[in-house]
């Protein structure tokens, strides 16, 4: 029952790196997702993958890339990252055919960058 | 479009006493609503939801949310709080689409 699997757990840039979050579920859902978490401010999309193949901009899509590589795996990159960009990564997934249905969030990501 | 407020970023309770956390949601179309609880360090959890049919739903660990269209609110309560309680939860509304809009989120503290 693996769900939606994210890596790595945790990881501490320096301003200008890049990197990129992996995401992969297994639950053949078509629709994935990328949030920001920071306090006070609850989750804010950033980029969103509403089948495989397409990807859309959320909320807060700027210093971020995406890419849905298949059905089962979304990525976020960071060209270069910077402090603002210190938060909480969450992923999840959903199945858009079920309205009802909720999403299945991973772990997340806790990134900072210094 | 759909937005949700939650009243109150911090709540504090007694061990034993009754959790009322507050939502109130705003969405151009009939919506369905959700309660997801995140407990330090981990990821969003279901807590219980409402699609349609009966207006009180009845979620895991004793938590029930009853949805009232006429004051567009979907308010989480829980007879008596247990310290296992303590967490933050998050309301958020799905609407046209199954994109959901989250709240700012509610931490709830459970003391003796």
């Known amino acids: 029952n693996a769900g939606v699997t994210q890596t790595p757990k945790f990881q501490v840039l320096k301003t200008g790196q890049s990197m990129t979050l992996q995401c992969a579920q297994d639950m053949n859902h078509n629709s994935m997702y990328w949030y920001r978490q920071d306090p006070g401010m609850g989750l804010r999309l950033i980029y969103y993958?509403?089948?495989?193949?397409?990807?859309d901009k959320g909320e807060v899509p700027n210093g971020y890339n995406v890419s849905r590589l298949n059905k089962r795996e979304f990525s976020l990159r960071l060209e270069s990252a910077a402090p603002s960009q210190t938060s909480v990564y969450f992923c999840a997934s959903s199945e858009p055919g079920l309205k009802g249905y909720g999403y299945t969030f991973g772990s997340g990501t806790r990134l900072t960058v210094v | 479009a759909q937005s949700v407020t939650q009243l109150g970023s911090h709540v504090s309770v007694s061990e034993g006493a009754l959790v009322l956390l507050r939502c109130n949601y705003s969405s151009s179309v009939p919506p369905y609503l959700f309660w997801y609880v995140q407990y330090p360090n981990q990821g969003l959890q279901l807590l219980l939801k409402?699609?349609?049919?009966?207006?009180l739903v009845k979620g895991i660990n004793g938590f029930e949310a009853e949805f009232k269209k006429s004051e567009t609110s979907f308010h989480l309560t829980k007879p008596s709080a247990h310290m296992s309680d303590a967490a933050e939860y998050f309301c958020a509304v799905s609407g046209t689409a199954s994109k959901l809009t989250f709240g700012t989120g509610t931490r709830l503290q459970v003391t003796l």
């Open positions: 409402y699609t349609t049919g009966a207006t």
């Open positions: 993958s509403a089948s495989e193949g397409t990807t």
